[in-house]
């Protein structure tokens, strides 16, 4: 209702007081409106603020805020509006009053998949602060927050601070290349915990609590192809459990602390059983445990018999999907380089055929044929991705796009040298992107076309073939 609103953005506003009202605000519309020009979010801000300036003051008349935001939402509905564009802008507009201006409240863009943030030298940072130092710690607020959107509120709110705060402390001291170096040091645990929990966010934005339990849990599968389900399991749904507490949460500490925690229970389980795991898990403090963790590339896939497929009456009975999982799981670990994506695929179309079948009149029949199908089109669907992000892990760069080249000269010989090369950078930039232990899962997934039974694979907009 209009009241609590108009409570809950003046609270804020005499709480915080003009000035991190209005930084809050930056940080909080860049976040929703991550495609935003900054001269957009400005004119929207100046409007927010503008609004609690004059109404949230002691003795404001009790209309006056509701009679600001009606106006604010006539506004955003008139034509040329300088607010941000969002295609459901329309749809909000043919609604009066109040509800009016909650659904356009609620409007948001889609989260941005690759960071566009790139940190400027210390020279031109100073020299942008210099200039106009409210102007450079606006832009600098909006660009971040726009690229970090999906890291949780308190994350975004101390990383910022610190930062501006160390570009106002070292472009005024006599020896700024040190400040920096030394400011710098003292940020990092807190940038690598903005960098980390924007990925893991962004992937349970993307994936829900379950697919994302599959999703940790495949990548551990990968990196520890010889510990079994019951090893990792546990940790894949720990995981999830920090994600789902801490992604949208306005505790100050919730995710450093939870996700340190979690960062603990891997390393007691793991660093035992596995070099690169314990290296990571010695001498760092626990943000540069996970973050190492993370980054670990495939090991290589052992030689195991072949992966035991589940019954019928498993896949149909209550524990179903944690059934399908292990499938799953065993198939990561026998083909370590397959990324996420591809295994992304492979999750949506088991639950699918799984939530298909086990509803149908004879479920065994349909089980019966779905796994006839997958057992001719798995197999090579996962041999190419394994191929492909084999050979990019395994060779430097260019030499990656030589294999290809000449990999599909052998598969395509009448191919032009055009489609040839735009083939070979349409699947160098998937492979670049989506090949890493921490690709953005909605672009890659785009990249693959939906898998299920009986439909070709495709990358890149190509076939994988």
């Given at each position: 209702g209009k009241a609590y609103v108009r409570d809950k953005v003046c609270q804020e506003f005499q709480a915080l007081g003009k000035e991190d009202f209005r930084t809050l605000t930056i940080i909080a519309n860049s976040r929703k409106f991550s495609n935003a020009t900054f001269e957009e979010i400005s004119h929207l801000v100046h409007e927010i603020v503008s609004l609690a300036e004059t109404c949230c003051v002691e003795g404001a008349d009790p209309s006056c805020?509701?009679?600001?935001?009606?106006?604010l939402s006539a506004k955003s509905c008139g034509g040329g509006s300088p607010?941000?564009?969002?295609?459901?802008?329309?749809g909000c507009c043919a609604q009066e009053g109040l509800e009016q201006k909650l659904c356009l409240a609620a409007l948001r863009h889609p989260p941005q998949q690759l960071p566009r943030y790139l940190q400027p030298s210390n020279e031109e940072l100073c020299q942008a602060f210099k200039k106009d130092p409210k102007d450079f710690a606006d832009r600098f607020l909006h660009e971040y927050a726009s690229s970090y959107g999906q890291a949780p509120l308190p994350v975004l709110l101390g990383s910022t601070r610190t930062f501006l705060s160390m570009v106002s402390t070292c472009c005024i001291s006599p020896a700024p290349t040190s400040c920096f170096l030394k400011e710098k040091l003292e940020r990092k645990t807190l940038s690598l915990l903005t960098l980390l929990s924007n990925r893991v966010?962004?992937?349970?934005?993307?994936?829900?609590?379950?697919?994302?339990?599959?999703?940790?849990?495949?990548?551990?599968?990968?990196?520890?192809?010889?510990?079994?389900?019951?090893?990792?399991?546990?940790?894949?749904?720990?995981?999830?459990?920090?994600?789902?507490?801490?992604?949208?949460s306005v505790a100050e500490d919730c995710m450093?602390?939870?996700?340190?925690?979690?960062?603990?229970?891997?390393?007691?389980?793991?660093?035992?059983?596995?070099?690169?795991?314990?290296?990571?898990?010695?001498?760092?403090?626990?943000?540069?445990?996970?973050?190492c963790i993370l980054a670990l590339p495939?090991?290589?896939?052992?030689?195991?018999?072949?992966?035991?497929?589940?019954?019928?009456?498993?896949?149909?009975?209550?524990?179903?999907?944690?059934?399908?999982?292990?499938?799953?799981?065993?198939?990561?670990?026998?083909?370590?380089?397959?990324?996420?994506?591809?295994?992304?695929?492979?999750?949506?179309?088991?639950?699918?055929?799984?939530?298909?079948?086990?509803?149908?009149?004879?479920?065994?029949?349909?089980?019966?044929?779905?796994?006839?199908?997958?057992?001719q089109e798995l197999p090579p669907f996962l041999?190419?991705?394994?191929?492909?992000?084999?050979?990019?892990?395994?060779?430097?760069?260019?030499?990656?796009?030589?294999r290809l080249r000449e990999s599909l000269m052998q598969t395509m010989p009448k191919a032009s040298p055009e489609l040839l090369g735009q083939l070979v950078e349409q699947r160098a930039d998937f492979a670049s992107t989506c090949c890493t232990p921490n690709s953005p899962p909605l672009y890659c997934a785009s990249k693959v076309k939906p898998w299920a039974p009986t439909a070709p694979c495709r990358a890149g907009g190509q076939p994988l073939r």
């Open positions: 805020y509701d009679a600001g935001s009606s106006a607010f941000p564009a969002h295609p459901g802008t329309a966010c962004s992937r349970f934005t993307a994936y829900g609590k379950e697919k994302v339990t599959f999703s940790y849990l495949a990548s551990l599968a990968q990196k520890m192809p010889g510990a079994s389900f019951e090893d990792l399991f546990p940790l894949a749904e720990d995981a999830a459990e920090v994600f789902s507490q801490c992604c949208d450093q602390k939870k996700l340190s925690e979690h960062t603990a229970k891997a390393c007691g389980a793991l660093l035992a059983r596995d070099e690169r795991f314990a290296d990571c898990c010695n001498g760092k403090n626990l943000m540069q445990s996970y973050f495939p090991a290589p896939a052992p030689k195991l018999p072949e992966a035991q497929k589940p019954t019928n009456e498993q896949l149909c009975g209550e524990e179903g999907a944690r059934h399908a999982k292990r499938y799953l799981f065993e198939l990561a670990r026998r083909h370590t380089t397959v990324p996420d994506a591809f295994l992304g695929k492979l999750y949506d179309a088991s639950e699918k055929v799984r939530v298909e079948c086990c509803s149908a009149k004879d479920a065994s029949a349909c089980l019966d044929s779905k796994r006839q199908q997958m057992g041999e190419k991705a394994n191929q492909l992000c084999g050979q990019y892990t395994k060779l430097n760069f260019l030499d990656f796009k030589k």
